[in-house]
Each structure stands twice: as C-alpha cells, then as structure tokens.
C-alpha cells in the first residue's frame, strides 16, 4: 500500500557537540514532527549528526518513533533513518524497524521518502505492507 502527505516539523533542540576536532562534529539532535493525510500521527526524532568543514557534506542517523493512524489503523512504529551528503549528492534511506509496530499496525513494514519543496514544505511517501 502507499500513503502520502504532509509533515511539520518543530522543537529543532540540538545539544553541544560532544565530539569536535579537525572541524569535523559530531552531535545529537531531537526535533518534533506532525503528519498529515494518509498518516496521521506525531513523532520524536533522535539524531545523531556529523557535520564537516565542506559544506555541503554531512550525514545523518536517526531513530523516530511514531504515534497515530496510518490509514485509519492506530498504533505506533519505529523508523530508521539513514542520510548523507555528499557535497550536495544527497542519499537518504527511511525504513520501519522490524517488529517495532504496535496496535492496529502490528507487523507493519515499509519504507517512507521524503520530499522537500522549493519552499521549503515537507511532503512523504510511505510504500508499507501490514
């Protein structure tokens, strides 16, 4: 199945680096997300990121955890990020931890991209099986 929307973001709270040398830093991050459409539901976010002295390279591992409906289904699952860019070349990679889902999503797996605008607006798309 597919679902799509919109996403909000807020509450970007970065701690110190815990990590900093030869300009390369490594922290952690969390920030809130608010989903509309198919999936409706909130998130936390918890990322751990390493920035460099090149602008345009970094990269990025994060943990979400989501709670909501996902087509009318309540529950709650867990995804893993995995991003990088590479001066400009971005990857990034979004899937549902294994047996992370909860309630009405139980057994849930997939993989969410996410689209960013022009102006600046967040979108998804989440291909899912449950």
Request: glycine share 10%; charged share 20%; net charge negative.
């Amino acid at each position: 199945m597919d679902a799509k929307g919109t996403f909000d973001t807020s509450d970007w709270n970065p701690s110190p680096a815990f990590h900093d040398q030869d300009g390369v830093s490594l922290g952690l991050v969390t920030l809130a997300k608010t989903f509309h459409g198919d999936l409706n539901a909130t998130s936390v976010v918890h990322l751990l990121m390493v920035t460099t002295p090149v602008p345009d390279s970094r990269s990025y591992v994060a943990l979400e955890r989501v709670e909501g409906t996902l087509h009318g289904r309540s529950g709650s699952f867990v995804v893993q990020h995995d991003a990088t860019s590479d001066v400009g070349e971005q990857s990034l990679r979004i899937t549902v931890v294994p047996d992370s889902a909860t309630g009405e999503l139980t057994g849930l797996r997939g993989e969410m991209r996410i689209l960013i605008a022009p102006d600046g607006g967040h979108s998804y798309t989440f291909a899912y099986q449950l």
